[in-house]
């Protein structure tokens, strides 16, 4: 699964999921786009790390997800530095849970422009570089409780499910221009999200997976790999779960 001379932008790659992400693509050849916000250094920072640690030439991109404009110039920037893009790892995402009657409004804005609006209007940039060339792969990230709903996650869970709709469009208009673009839905994977809940709640929800164990982000990273790789080439408009068989 080598993406040697690949060029691969990956949301969110400065902590979590997105920064394992960013090191397993960059290990396998690919140049690296890394993303971040809250510390304006930490994506050039990264980015200089993966290309000391694996040879390639990487990136970092300063973007708020949630701020069309500043999604824009990230991809005029791609545009400048490399003049193509091959990957999209649509992988930025928040998690504000709330019980149903106690949900405030910002957190419903800045969920759905985090987790559902933010992946249609890369998908939206990424196309159009993508249509030049002929090809490419888009993977969305989406969640388990996206395809199953839970109790305390509404807006989250309606913001996973509209990448879910999203994606499956996307993959019927983009399929006849080569670019392919399916979603992962991980499921309860160890992070620091989850490392803070309770010992408690931690060990409840590890209890609720059938492989007993919890899921490591090398596991959806490995899947994001294959869906960016030539392994998949016949594959789109898929979701495809990661969760070791959680019950929900």
Do not use: W
């Amino acid at each position: 699964m080598r993406l040697d001379g690949q060029i691969a932008y990956v949301t969110g790659s400065t902590r979590g999921i997105g920064r394992v992400v960013a090191a397993t693509l960059a290990e396998a050849g690919a140049a690296v786009v890394v993303n971040g916000y809250r510390d304006p250094a930490e994506p050039g920072r990264y980015a200089a790390e993966l290309k000391e640690r694996y040879g390639t030439d990487c990136i970092g991109i300063c973007a708020d997800q949630r701020d069309p404009d500043a999604i824009k110039a990230a991809y005029a920037s791609i545009h400048r530095t490399y003049g193509r893009l091959d990957i999209l790892a649509n992988n930025a995402g928040i998690v504000e849970d709330a019980l149903l009657g106690m949900i405030s409004e910002p957190s419903i804005v800045n969920t759905y422009d985090t987790d559902a609006l933010a992946i249609v209007r890369n998908m939206q940039l990424a196309s159009r570089l993508m249509r030049r060339h002929g090809s490419g792969s888009i993977i969305n990230s989406s969640s388990i409780m996206g395809v199953y709903g839970n109790a305390g996650e509404v807006v989250y869970a309606s913001a996973k499910a509209a990448v879910i709709g999203a994606t499956k469009a996307a993959a019927k208009e983009l399929a006849p221009f080569g670019i392919r673009v399916n979603a992962i839905a991980p499921g309860f994977i160890d992070t620091d999200l989850t490392r803070a809940l309770t010992p408690e709640i931690f060990e409840e929800r590890i209890a609720s997976i059938g492989m007993g164990r919890v899921g490591q982000p090398q596991d959806v990273a490995n899947v994001v790999l294959f869906l960016a790789s030539p392994l998949s080439a016949y594959v789109t408009g898929q979701v495809i779960g990661i969760d070791g068989s959680m019950v929900v």
